[in-house]
Each structure stands twice: as C-alpha cells, then as structure tokens.
C-alpha cells in the first residue's frame, strides 16, 4: 500500500529545542512521496527558521494568521480542508493546553480546531514538564478526543537532565505516519504481545520474579507498527517506555497478564508470547511482611494458567507465536514445545550467561511444524523485524494473510 505517497499532510511546529528535528521529519515525508505545508508558531521561528523548512518541502510556510498575502492563496480554512494527516511536532506543553482547551489565537491552533483530519503529537518538553498534573491531564483530554500521541522518548535532554520528555526520532514519527496512512507488511492486522517478567507476591513487599526486562518483546512490539499493525502491548513490571504508536496495558502478576490477554484476544489476528511468565505463584500471599523470626521459611506454590496454551486452544484463535527460554537441548526442547502446544510458530533463545535475558542482543531458533530457520545474533530491534518477515510469510502459507 501507498503509506503517506500522495497524501496532504500539514506539519504543526511549536516551540522548542526539538524543532530542528522536525526538518529531517519534514524531509522523510517528501521523500515518502508526501505533499507537505509546514505551519510554525511564533515561537518555533526562534529555533528553526521557516526558510529551512520551504527549502526542504518546496512549500511557502505559514506563520501567522492573519497574512494577506497567504490567505489570498491558500486561506487557513482551506488549508485546514487541505489536509489529510496533521502531525505536531515537537508539540511543547503550552500548544498541548492550547489544544486541550480549544483556544484559537494563532494560525496553528486554528487550523486544529477547522481541520477534520487525523490529528498525531509528537511532545517534547523538559522531564518535569511532562511529569506536571497539569501537562498529564492534558494529555489525557487529548487522548480522549481520539488523538494519537506518539512519545516522547526517555533519554538526555536538551536541558542537561535525563529523562522522559526528548520528541520520537524523526524515522519513528515517518514510520507511524506512513502507518496510519496504511501502508506495511502488517497494515490492518491486530497483534497482541505479551512481553517483561511477572511478578508473583508473596507478602506486600515481596515477589517472586525472574530477569526479563522486556526489551525483546518491546522490539517486537515496535516492530509490528513500523509495519503497520495495531498493537496492544501486555506488559509485566519493566522500566522501558511505550514504543510510539502501540497501546499498553500494565499488569504484574500472570493472571493479570492472563485476563488482560483474554480480554482482548478476540480481536486479534496474531498473539506473540513473548513474556517469561512466572510458571508458579505463591499460594497464600500474606497479608501483612512477613518477619524473619524463623531460620527456615516454606513457601506452598500453585501452578499459573499457561496462557499461552490457552490462547493456542481456542476455536478461531489467532495465529500463534510463542517463545521458548531455554538453557539445554535448544532445539529438542522448543520443537516439543511448538508441538505439545500446538502453537503455529516458536521462537526459542538460549539463556543464562548473559544471554536472552536483559542483553541488547539475542538470536533465535524460529520453528514452525515443517521448518525452521537460525537468526543470527543482533540487536534485538533488528532481531524483531528478521522474525516477523519470517511470521509474514508463515502466516500468508497458513492461508491467514488474505
Ligand atoms: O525480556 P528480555 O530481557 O529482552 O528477555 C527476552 C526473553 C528471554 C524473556 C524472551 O526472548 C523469551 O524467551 N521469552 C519467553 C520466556 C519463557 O517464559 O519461556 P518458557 O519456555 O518458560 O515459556 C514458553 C512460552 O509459554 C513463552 O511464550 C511464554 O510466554 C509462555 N507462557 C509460559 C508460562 C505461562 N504460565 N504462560 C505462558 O504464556
């Protein structure tokens, strides 16, 4: 499909540090194929000057309202007609409360409030800033009006602190673009992940958990909408931001992860269980810390649901992915794993020394009943996409693509 070729997309600039990366976004939306009129706020002209962005789209900029000169050629009713998609980008906290309430005093706010496109914000904004009632309450109007907020990401900022708050990369903000205008291998597919660890309490201060730290089945996650799939991530307790474009739901324990799974199975078309699910929970978590006044302590422990095979049962079910974490007999284990659940494909991983687990990098043994392929070991962003090309095509032999 076409993705963002050909579509009339409307590039909001608000003021902040960030605004120099929405040139390079500018210039992926052309290259893709996008025509592409940038509106700058009073604001963003102290960052970035519009010169640079109507020498990378070809396309006069527009920063005030009332300009004669522009609305004798394109009028700001025409231009909120115009287009097809409007991204904020960087959309600081002062535009998101200008949204968020509906005010109307500068060509960019107006031009939200005539437009009928889909509306997408990339925030950017000081870690504090995010982090304010105000700035989240906000947020979660914008939400409500069906808004899509993609970001921002954790890392440093330009302020010198480290936090959450740096707008997505240019290539993310493209890619979730390129997305919405239906474009990918997965473009009008639902995915369910399920990645992280579980945490099983034994007392209000006490678990038993185990290493994932949910980094591969964010990539997955993250993979999956750069081509274009709608995601719903079901997360264990991990310190990893929402990839952009994909819908989270936190849980702890397994049969959270287990009701917000058969929750939303329905819908879905393909289930990826990714997460190291706790195989036992304890039987009588404790109301109150336990205390150490004896030298031994047991623990009774009851077997959790294994959600994964109950997903793989169901009559109509999506196609299945699962993982296998194994420490010997890779290949023996995970086929009689891929077998015994009968699932349509299984990725399975070495662990322990350093690997699987928490690293950066991993490779995988994909099974499938009548085949198999080694990836080798990569990044787990680039691990992801390598496995679901491989699920793609499983999928479309399995008659499921059409
Ligand atoms: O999160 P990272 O640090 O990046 O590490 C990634 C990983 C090593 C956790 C990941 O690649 C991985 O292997 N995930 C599956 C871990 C696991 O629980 O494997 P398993 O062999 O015990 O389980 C087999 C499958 O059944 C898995 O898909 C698991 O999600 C699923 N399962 C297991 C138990 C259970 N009660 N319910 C399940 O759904």
């Known amino acids: 499909m076409a993705g963002v070729a050909n579509q009339n997309i409307l590039l909001g600039v608000t003021g902040g540090i960030a605004a120099y990366k ?82 109307a005093d500068d060509l960019l706010s107006t031009l939200y409030l005539a437009s009928t496109a889909s509306v997408t914000v990339a925030p950017a904004m000081n870690r504090r ?21 993609l970001g921002p990401e954790t890392g440093e900022q330009a302020c010198g602190d480290t936090g959450i708050g740096r707008m997505s990369e240019p290539s993310e903000i493209f890619a979730a673009l390129d997305v919405a205008a239906g474009s990918g291998l997965f473009a009008g597919r639902k995915v369910l992940i399920t990645a992280g660890p579980t945490h099983e309490p034994f007392d209000p201060v006490r678990f038993i958990g185990n290493r994932s730290s949910g980094k591969m089945g964010f990539a997955v996650a993250q993979a999956f909408v750069r081509e274009g799939a709608e995601v719903l991530l079901v997360s264990g307790p991990v310190q990893l931001a929402t990839p952009a474009g994909v819908q989270r739901i936190n849980v702890q324990t397994a049969l959270q992860m287990r009701e917000a799974v058969f929750d939303n199975i329905q819908a879905v078309d393909i289930f990826v269980a990714c997460a190291a699910v706790a195989d036992y929970r304890p039987e009588s978590p404790r109301e109150n810390k336990i ?68 690293s950066d990098d991993n490779s995988l043994l994909v099974l499938w ?30 008659g499921r693509g059409d």
């Open 129 to 149: 800033m995010w982090r304010h009632p105000a700035v989240q309450h906000n947020l979660s109007l914008l939400e409500d009006r069906g808004i899509r907020i």
């Open 291 to 358: 205390k150490k006044t004896d030298d031994r302590l047991e623990l009774n422990l009851l077997r959790n649901p294994d959600i994964l095979a109950e997903v793989a049962a169901l009559e109509k079910g999506p196609f299945t992915l699962g993982f296998a974490a194994e420490t010997e007999n890779l290949a023996e284990n995970a086929r009689a794993k891929l077998s015994k659940k009968k699932l349509d494909m299984l990725a399975a991983n070495r662990v322990g020394d350093d690997l699987g687990f928490e």
């Open 22 to 103: 929405s040139v390079e976004l500018a210039r992926l939306l052309v290259k893709g194929g996008a025509r592409v009129r940038v509106v700058m706020t009073e604001a963003a002209c102290r960052f970035v000057s519009p010169l640079t962005f109507q020498a990378v789209t070809a396309n006069p900029v527009r920063t005030q309202l009332f300009d004669e000169a522009h609305e004798a050629a394109m009028g700001h009713i025409e231009l909120a007609r115009w287009a097809d998609q409007m991204i904020i980008a960087p959309a600081s906290a002062d535009f998101m409360a200008r949204m968020a309430q509906g005010l």
């Open 369 to 398: 009943p009548n085949g198999e392929k080694q990836l080798p070991l990569q990044n787990k962003q680039q691990l992801a996409h390598a496995l679901i090309t491989l699920l793609e095509q499983q999928y479309r032999d399995a």
